[in-house]
């Protein structure tokens, strides 16, 4: 099983987390999705930093 990515907030996976969800850089509320550090970010954010969503394999 792929290691279970838990927001830096509550500790909770994606699918159970209840929190506010906002880009963690630039505060967008829009598309924003869970990453690999536990933080969440909108998708400009991610492609720029090159942020691997949660749950992605990195090799
Ligand atoms: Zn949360
Ligand atoms: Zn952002």
Same mark, same amino acid.
């Given at each position: 099983? !792929?290691?279970?990515?838990?927001? !830096?907030?509550?500790?909770?996976? *994606?699918?159970?987390?209840?929190?506010?969800?906002?880009?963690? &850089?630039?505060?967008?509320?829009?598309?924003?999705?869970?990453?690999?550090?536990?933080?969440?970010?909108?998708?400009?954010?991610? *492609? !720029?930093?090159?942020?691997? &969503?949660?749950?992605?394999?990195?090799?």
């Amino acid at each position: 099983m !792929a290691e279970q990515v838990l927001c !830096a907030q509550c500790d909770q996976p *994606e699918y159970a987390c209840t929190c506010e969800r906002y880009c963690c &850089l630039c505060l967008s509320q829009y598309g924003i999705r869970l990453c690999v550090d536990g933080q969440y970010y909108c998708p400009e954010c991610r *492609e !720029a930093c090159e942020i691997p &969503l949660a749950g992605t394999r990195v090799h």
